[in-house]
């Protein structure tokens, strides 16, 4: 087969590290959305005190690009963002009741505030609802993020 040529060097390389859509899709690596399991677990992950962006999900067909937005936007901003998928008729107790026809939606939990409520022991959280018809993708997300005063990379 021989080695590639200079023009197909220069193609992988700009493929791997361009942030905008090539038309190619991206070897983002590992999985970074978290599945949710337990409230215990969600709890965990904001105490961290990273931004935690919820995904709250029904099995459908339209699921399955969300994912795939999800699944970008979570490799992009790892480790200052964390994202979660929640499938809503698994976990009754933890969905939000709402109509069938307004799923999915997001939400954003950021800015935690320790102890500012009647007890110390309590943390109040900020949290964002994204707009139904918003561009859910890596670049609609940091806009939102910019928009809304919250932190998505480390402080320079």
């Not at 069938?100 to 110390?120: C, L, M, N």
Request: charged letters at 25%; hydrophobic letters at 35%.
């Amino acid at each position: 087969m021989g080695e590639p040529s200079l023009f197909d060097k220069m193609i992988s390389h700009l493929r791997a590290t361009s942030k905008y859509y090539t038309g190619y899709p991206k070897d983002l690596g590992p999985s970074r959305v978290i599945h949710f399991t337990s409230e215990r677990e969600f709890v965990q992950l904001l105490h961290e005190g990273h931004p935690v962006v919820v995904a709250f999900t029904l099995r459908c067909n339209l699921t399955k690009h969300l994912d795939g937005v999800l699944e970008e936007a979570a490799a992009e901003f790892y480790p200052h963002v964390k994202f979660m998928r929640v499938e809503c008729p698994k976990y009754p107790g933890f969905c939000i009741t709402r109509q069938r026809k307004e799923y999915p939606f997001i939400e954003i939990f950021h800015s935690p505030q320790q102890g500012r409520v009647a007890d110390a022991n309590i943390t109040k959280y900020s949290v964002k609802v994204l707009p139904f018809n918003y561009d859910t993708s890596a670049y609609g997300f940091r806009e939102f993020f910019k928009r809304h005063g919250i932190q998505s990379s480390s402080p320079q």
